[in-house]
């Protein structure tokens, strides 16, 4: 499902915005490509392959993009052939990876190649499309982030609700400074590693609409 919502991040400061994010996406590639090697390499011996987790997201205005993360779960099944839940497929590798966000760091290319910004909401499932509501959905018309204004306050802590109502004032808010900004603070918070996780869950649970 395709929202074609319109693009709020426009003119001179988004060209600069995007150039920036490629930029520094391809530096911190090449500073981290040892550090993402020893981890792919780790990912591959305790859990086999694929080692990178590559999945559809919505873009702007709800376009499909694949998302690049590493691999941070089993896929062992049920009897009846469904995933386990998440909390029984996540493994210590995994937990780690997620605790020191190095399982994003793929996103980086996702960023080079314009499908998404250093600073951004989150990229969810495409199956949440059709549950949002129209304030929620607004939360479209930008470039999703590696990071954003809902990350660096409380992350997977937050309910869904306090989440959506952060990254659509991010969508109203938005600029070069207020990026600046939530990239220093994502620092401090990948260092403190805060708000990994909701409570009683192993990542978020999942979204059911409203009501």
Same mark, same amino acid.
């Given at each position: 499902?395709?929202?074609?919502?319109?693009?709020?991040?426009?003119?001179?400061?988004?060209?600069a915005k995007k150039a920036f994010d490629r930029l520094v996406a391809l530096g911190v590639l090449t500073a981290t490509a040892p550090i993402l090697g020893v981890? %792919?390499?780790?990912?591959?011996?305790?859990?086999? *392959?694929?080692?990178?987790?590559?999945?559809?997201?919505?873009?702007?205005?709800?376009?499909?993009?694949?998302?690049?993360?590493?691999?941070?779960? *089993?896929?062992?099944?049920? %009897?009846?052939?469904?995933?386990?839940?998440?909390?029984?497929?996540?493994?210590? $590798?995994?937990?780690?990876? !997620?605790?020191?966000?190095?399982?994003?760091?793929?996103?980086?290319?996702?960023?080079? %190649?314009?499908?998404?910004? $250093?600073?951004?909401? !989150?990229? $969810?499932?495409?199956?949440?499309?059709?549950?949002?509501?129209?304030?929620?959905?607004?939360?479209?018309?930008?470039?999703?982030?590696?990071?954003?204004?809902?990350?660096?306050?409380?992350?997977?802590?937050?309910?869904?609700?306090?989440?959506?109502?952060?990254?659509?004032?991010?969508?109203?808010?938005?600029?070069?400074?207020?990026?600046?900004?939530?990239?220093?603070? *994502? %620092?401090?918070?990948?260092?403190?590693? !805060?708000?990994?996780?909701?409570?009683?869950?192993?990542?978020?649970?999942?979204?059911?609409?409203?009501?």
């Amino acid at each position: 499902m395709q929202y074609n919502a319109p693009v709020k991040q426009e003119g001179l400061p988004f060209l600069a915005k995007k150039a920036f994010d490629r930029l520094v996406a391809l530096g911190v590639l090449t500073a981290t490509a040892p550090i993402l090697g020893v981890a %792919a390499l780790a990912v591959r011996s305790t859990m086999g *392959t694929p080692v990178v987790f590559r999945q559809p997201r919505p873009g702007v205005g709800g376009k499909e993009f694949r998302i690049y993360k590493l691999r941070t779960m *089993t896929s062992e099944r049920d %009897a009846s052939g469904q995933l386990l839940p998440d909390a029984q497929r996540l493994t210590a $590798l995994g937990k780690f990876l !997620r605790r020191t966000s190095l399982d994003e760091l793929p996103q980086l290319l996702n960023v080079v %190649a314009g499908d998404m910004s $250093l600073v951004g909401p !989150r990229p $969810l499932l495409m199956q949440y499309l059709p549950l949002y509501n129209e304030e929620q959905r607004r939360r479209h018309d930008v470039l999703p982030g590696i990071t954003g204004w809902a990350q660096i306050n409380g992350r997977n802590a937050l309910t869904w609700e306090e989440k959506f109502k952060l990254d659509v004032w991010y969508v109203d808010h938005w600029s070069l400074a207020l990026d600046a900004r939530i990239l220093l603070a *994502t %620092a401090v918070a990948v260092v403190n590693r !805060r708000g990994i996780a909701a409570e009683g869950n192993a990542t978020m649970p999942v979204f059911q609409g409203n009501g």
